[in-house]
C-alpha cells in the first residue's frame, strides 16, 4: 500500500475519532446536566426526599389514583355523559350540545362572511379555525378556573364534615351541612348527594356516581376514601382530616408546578403573539406590503403555513411546559 495513502487512512481514522470523542464528551455533558436539573426540580417539589412529609403525601395520593381506578371509577364515559361533564366542568348553563353547536354556526358564519366580501376560501377557514381556537382556548380557561374553586371549596368542606361528625352528625347530616355552608359548584354536588340518598339510593352508590361524572381527581379520592370506610368502618372525622391534608399538600405542589412552567408559559404566549401582532401592525401602517398575502394563492398558502407553523409551534411549547413527577 502505498504510504502516503495509509497516511492518509490514519489522518482520517484519528479526526473521526477525535469527532466522535468530543460529540461523546458533550451528550454525557449535556445528560449530566439534564439529570442535575431533573433532581433540582424534584428536590423543589418535595419529592426525592425521604418517607415523611410531602414525599409520602405523593406516595399516598398515587396510590390512592391506582385504588380509584380498581373501585371502577375511571370506567369510560358515554358520549352524552362526557358532554355533561364538559358542560359542568366549563360552567356552561346551557346544554353542552346547544353550545358547541352555536359555536361551530358562528365560525361558519364567519367563514361565509369572509368569503363574500372579498376575503376567499382561504382566508375564510383561517377565520372558521380562528374561532374555534378562541372558543376552545377560552372553555380551557373557564375548566382551570373551575377546578381550582372547586379543590378549595373541597378542602373546605372536608373540614366542615370533620367537625360536624366530631359534633354527633351523621354522614349524611355533615353532606347536608357542606351543602348548605358551600357555594356553587361543589354545594350543588352535595346536595343532589343528600336528594338521591333520600329517594333511596345507596350511599356509597351516590357518592360513586357523582365522582364519575364530576371530572375532579381529589371528588375520587374522596369517594374511595368514604365507600371503603363505610364498609369496614372507622372514624370518618380522622379520614377526612387526611384527606384534606393530602389535598392542602397537592394543591402545594401544583403552585410550585406552575411557577416552575411560569416562564415557558410566558415564552409561549409571547412567541405565539409576537407574529400575529406585528402582521396586524404592518397591515394597518403598511396595507401594500400584506397585500400580496391576500391578493395571490401563494401569498394565501403561506398564511396557512404560517398558522399551522404556529399551532405546531404552541403545541410543542405546551408539550415542555409539562412536569411529570
Given amino acids: 500500500m502505498n504510504p502516503e495513502r495509509l497516511i492518509n487512512i490514519i489522518a482520517m481514522v484519528a479526526i473521526f475519532g477525535l469527532v466522535f470523542s468530543v460529540w461523546c464528551i458533550c451528550i454525557l455533558l449535556w445528560f449530566g446536566q439534564y439529570i442535575t436539573g431533573l433532581k433540582s426540580v424534584q428536590k423543589r417539589l418535595g419529592i426525592v426526599k425521604k418517607e415523611t412529609g410531602e ?5 399516598l395520593w398515587r396510590e390512592s389514583q391506582q385504588q380509584t381506578e380498581k373501585a371502577g371509577l375511571e ?4 358520549f352524552t355523559e362526557s358532554l355533561e361533564r364538559l358542560r359542568y366542568t366549563a360552567g356552561w348553563r346551557a346544554p353542552a350540545q346547544t353550545v358547541i353547536l352555536g359555536v361551530i354556526g358562528v365560525a361558519l358564519l364567519g367563514l361565509v362572511f369572509t368569503y363574500l366580501f372579498g376575503g376567499g376560501l382561504t382566508l375564510g377557514i383561517g377565520v372558521f379555525i380562528a374561532i374555534l381556537a378562541v372558543f376552545a382556548s377560552y372553555t380551557r380557561a373557564c375548566i382551570t378556573k373551575h377546578a381550582a374553586l372547586f379543590e378549595k371549596q373541597l378542602v373546605d368542606a372536608l373540614g366542615i364534615a370533620a367537625r360536624a361528625l366530631r359534633a354527633g352528625l351523621p354522614l349524611l347530616g355533615a353532606f347536608q351541612l357542606i351543602s348548605e355552608e358551600i357555594d356553587k359548584p361543589l354545594g350543588d354536588i352535595f346536595f343532589r348527594i343528600c336528594q338521591e340518598q333520600m329517594l333511596g339510593l345507596d350511599l356509597r352508590d351516590s357518592i360513586r356516581k357523582v365522582a364519575k361524572t364530576v371530572y375532579n381527581p381529589e371528588l375520587k379520592l374522596f369517594a374511595t376514601a368514604v365507600a371503603i370506610q363505610l364498609k369496614s368502618g372507622g372514624n370518618l372525622a380522622d379520614l377526612m382530616d387526611s384527606l384534606a391534608s393530602v389535598i392542602r399538600v397537592r394543591m402545594r405542589l401544583n ?12 415564552s409561549k404566549k409571547v412567541l405565539i403573539a409576537l407574529p400575529i401582532v ?29 398558522a399551522i407553523i404556529v399551532s405546531v409551534g404552541a403545541m410543542v411549547m405546551n408539550r415542555l411546559a409539562v412536569l411529570r413527577f
Fill in 255 to 266: 403552585r410550585r408546578a406552575r411557577i416552575l412552567i411560569a416562564q415557558t408559559q410566558l
Fill in 55 to 59: 414525599s409520602q403525601t405523593l406516595r
Fill in 75 to 78: 370506567g369510560k364515559l358515554t
Fill in 278 to 306: 406585528l402582521f396586524f401592525l404592518l397591515a394597518i401602517v403598511a396595507p401594500s406590503y400584506t397585500e400580496t398575502f391576500f391578493a395571490t394563492a401563494e401569498g394565501k398558502y403561506m398564511l396557512m403555513a404560517a
